[in-house]
């Protein structure tokens, strides 16, 4: 791990190999973690709770409207709260393209979070993806459930967090294979990306960063074979 005092972007963690999702079961050894892929827009943030800076994955200012922005520096989380406010950095994905939930509700203006970068003002080199989850269920908890119109709803696929409209994205260690077969059914789900779980992040200098531990299987659509 090395110091982050003061705001610079950080390229996420990005697949770029895809694989078909025949080919699910063979990844299923226990040596890689599996989340549901979005179809939104990836949205780095970078907050003390006091400052705050929203990217887009090409280290440029969000362009899209986001009506949740307020709400980011309130996610900010650090071991001693009455210490200095100290930097922590986060991957979501802001969901923006009016995709359609497994109720069949357009589900926009959401951001759902799926890795860290940053905690107590430290850049989380060489932690490993088991790690960083591990260490977002211990900020953020594991609550699946949220008061919706028709009264409490289980999220599948997602956590709630304690701030409004701001989800994480579950992840799964095991099973992939029928994962899928659920995941693809519904609209906002594009697939399944697998990452090494042992994979110690990197230093986040490109948009390659990270990508040789990660795959993304795709459901067919027309712009996609996989």
Not at 10 to 36: C, F, H, M
Not at 48 to 61: A, L
Not at 86 to 99: C, Q, T
Not at 197 to 218: M, W
């Amino acid at each position: 791990m090395s110091p982050y005092d003061s705001f610079r972007y950080i390229y996420p963690t990005r697949p770029e190999q895809a694989v078909p999702s025949s080919e699910l079961k063979s990844y299923d050894n226990g040596q890689w973690i599996a989340q549901p892929k979005l179809n939104g827009d990836c949205m780095p943030i970078f907050t003390n709770g006091i400052e705050t800076h929203v990217f887009d994955r090409h280290n440029k200012k969000f362009s899209k409207k986001i009506t949740l922005e307020p709400s980011f520096g309130v996610l900010h989380r650090q071991t001693m709260p009455s210490e200095k406010p100290k930097w922590m950095g986060l991957v979501g994905e802001y969901m923006i393209k009016s995709k359609k939930n497994e109720h069949n509700e357009v589900w926009n203006e959401k951001l759902v979070i799926h890795d860290i970068l940053v905690y107590d003002g430290m850049h989380l080199l060489g932690q490993t993806f088991k790690q960083r989850v591990l260490l977002l269920d211990q900020i953020y908890g594991k609550e699946d459930m949220i008061l919706h119109a028709d009264g409490v709803q289980k999220l599948n696929f997602m956590y709630s967090t304690p701030v409004k409209d701001v989800f994480r994205v579950k992840t799964y260690f095991d099973l992939f294979a029928p994962l899928w077969n659920d995941l693809i059914k519904i609209d906002m789900y594009e697939g399944l990306v697998l990452k090494r779980a042992d994979a110690k992040l990197e230093p986040g200098n490109s948009e390659l960063n990270n990508n040789l531990s990660q795959l993304k299987f795709r459901k067919k659509t027309k712009n996609y074979r996989f």
